[in-house]
């Protein structure tokens, strides 16, 4: 009988009542379809992966991690806080045992929320990850925490609300801020002086592939996270890499990131961006939530999947092996 390798909480959270515009990409279809999908394919038919519904962060836990102009009501939507609190459920889960990984399929998304918020930053209004750290640190004590971010955009407000922070370890795999917004996220930038070295900037370069990102996971991130020793891993499960995205200009699939999260092996996976609504998030999540299952995913294959056209130039091989090692002196 099929059964997962490790416990799995999905959270989910496709914010009804909030949307940008109706048609703009960071509207509830994100996860709709996504839910539709996971139900399709008996994901929750399977003994040990459980959906759980969210709770709501309050103004305080949103206080935790920010100062908010004039007052979080200013900034925030009730939408926003039960975002924060899919990710906090997704964090209890983990941390009282009830789970041995979670999934916060949740939306509006929160990681160009700065620690200063006077308003909307690329779709994010408060920072979802910093909300939920600073939750379980609150009720669990001062944990050592590393977040990786896989999104295609740099994530700019969780480097600042940890850039003066020794606990807390961020890396960010990105396309560099060059080609794209938020046009940050250099190596040079480092953390603050009581911190330098505990923020990882990965800018690569657009086209780049699975082989790529799996290069610098398995020869940057898992070193820098070995040493540092992290109580909790958290990845800001982004998915705009992806071939098909419309904003972007990655050539990550489906497969490519259910790897990365087994090689990752993140105790939470928190939903960031991703717009490819139809042909990339509902296969993307699925791999994902396999991979966090410890469950095979070597049949997630989403529609459109040319690997000739996927395939990274040798160029930017190239390119992404010589860095890799800078990076990490």
């Given at each position: 009988m099929l059964k997962a390798k490790r416990k799995l909480g999905v959270v989910f959270f496709p914010a009804y009542d909030w949307a940008i515009s109706a048609t703009h990409p960071e509207r509830q279809e994100r996860l709709l379809y996504t839910q539709d999908q996971l139900r399709e394919e008996g994901l929750f038919d399977i003994p040990g992966v459980t959906e759980y519904k969210p709770e709501l962060a309050s103004w305080l836990d949103v206080d935790r991690a920010h100062f908010c102009f004039p007052d979080v009501?200013?900034?925030a939507t009730q939408s926003h806080c039960?975002?924060?609190?899919?990710?906090?459920r997704a964090a209890k889960l983990v941390m009282e045992r009830e789970a041995d990984r979670a999934f916060a399929l949740i939306r509006p998304p929160g990681h160009h929320a700065m620690k200063v918020?006077?308003?909307?930053?690329?779709?994010?209004?408060?920072n979802i990850e910093a909300v939920m750290i600073e939750w379980v640190r609150e009720h669990y004590g001062r944990k050592r925490v590393a977040i990786v971010d896989t999104d295609c955009h740099h994530g700019d407000g969780t480097q600042d609300i940890y850039w003066h922070d020794p606990d807390t370890l961020f890396i960010s795999l990105h396309q560099d801020g060059r080609t794209l917004y938020p046009g940050t996220g250099f190596p040079?930038?480092?953390?603050g002086p009581r911190a330098l070295g505990r923020t990882i900037n990965v800018p690569l370069p657009p086209g780049t592939s699975d082989e790529g990102f799996l290069h610098v996971i398995d020869n940057l991130?898992?070193?820098?996270?070995?040493d540092f020793k992290p109580d909790l891993i958290v990845n800001s499960a982004g998915q705009d890499n992806h071939f098909s995205d419309p904003i972007t200009d990655m050539n990550f699939s489906a497969r490519g990131y259910a790897v990365l999260s087994e090689r990752l092996g993140p105790h939470l996976a928190v939903l960031e961006g991703g717009y490819a609504i139809q042909g990339a998030l509902p296969y993307v999540n699925l791999g994902i939530a396999l991979a966090l299952a410890g469950l095979d995913y070597s049949h997630v294959?989403?529609?459109g999947l040319d690997p000739d056209k996927c395939r990274q130039s040798a160029k930017i091989t190239e390119y992404i092996k010589e860095i890799t090692p800078q990076i990490a002196d």
């Open positions: 009501e200013s900034v039960v975002s924060a609190g899919g990710a906090i918020v006077h308003g909307s930053r690329g779709f994010c209004n408060i040079m930038e480092a953390g991130v898992l070193p820098i996270l070995s294959r989403e529609p």
